[in-house]
């Protein structure tokens, strides 16, 4: 290549090296703008008292609450470790960005064991609190619903207990109502209905693990209810004697 050529290149794809400079500059610059937006939108991001709670966020039992759960977890996995149903998974966008690699209950590829009470021991930070396993039983990480367009007793008349078969409270939360309904030939049914207990319903989640349909369960657990956080909860007062929720 001749020297009128390797001028030719570096005129028209080259910058001159004072915009070169300029570009480096600008660089540093933005560089360290993107770094104090990210930071700020990491603290925003946490589970705090501005945020709008997230269904999705299932804490393994006995965690402390969401600020202190966030600046204790070192996210050394030994919890997801230990699991022995592989529920527990790394957190991605359920917690924000200050939650990433946080352990989160994932229900569809396991459940919350009723007779374990591993992830509080072997937690180093005390982000999961050891507690005895009588105590873990007690505690709630979420409250299980019905998707009645999905499960099968309310959208194909058919019977199903597999969510009542497995739900492992002493006394079941899952309970039935027995209907009559129609099937397509016009003729009726009894079939039993599933319905949650809140009181007794723990948020372990084997319910929706179990059930048979595939893709979308006609049963799915979400946060509210938590024990560790007294403002994610139903709205509905059910100390109401007369029955009447307010």
């Known amino acids: 290549m001749s020297n009128a050529s390797v001028r ?3 005129h028209f794809f080259v910058p001159p090296r004072e915009a070169r400079l300029d570009v480096t500059r600008r660089g540093v610059v933005f560089g360290a703008a993107a770094g104090v937006t990210t930071a700020l939108l990491v603290r925003s ?4 008292e501005g945020r709008t709670f997230s269904a999705e966020l299932i804490r393994p039992p006995c965690s402390v609450p969401e600020d202190e759960f966030l ?42 064991e009723y007779e374990c009470n591993l992830c509080s021991q072997v937690c180093p930070t005390q982000a999961i609190r050891k507690v005895s396993l009588p105590e873990k039983q007690q505690v709630k990480i979420g409250l299980a619903f019905f998707d009645k367009n999905r499960c099968l007793p ?32 016009g003729t009726m049914l ?11 319903c723990t948020g372990c989640g084997i319910c ?5 349909i595939a893709d ?31």
């Open 8 to 10: 030719w290149i570096k």
């Open 45 to 48: 991001s946490a589970f705090g």
């Open 71 to 112: 600046s204790k977890c070192v996210r050394c996995g030994e919890c997801m470790k230990v699991c022995p149903t592989n529920a527990l998974q790394p957190a991605f966008s359920e917690g924000g960005l200050a939650g990433l690699w946080t352990p989160v209950m994932n229900m569809r590829l396991g459940y919350c």
């Open 154 to 185: 309310y959208a194909s008349a058919r019977t199903c207990i597999v969510c009542e078969e497995h739900c492992p409270t002493p006394k079941k939360a899952i309970w039935f109502q027995e209907v009559e309904v129609m099937k397509p030939d």
């Open 190 to 200: 009894a079939v039993k209905q599933p319905h949650v207990d809140p009181e007794l």
């Open 208 to 212: 929706e693990n179990k059930c048979p």
């Open 216 to 246: 979308r369960r006609g049963v799915y657990v979400t946060s509210v209810g938590e024990t560790r956080n007294p403002k994610n909860q139903v709205l509905l007062d059910s100390s109401a004697e007369d029955g009447i929720y307010h």
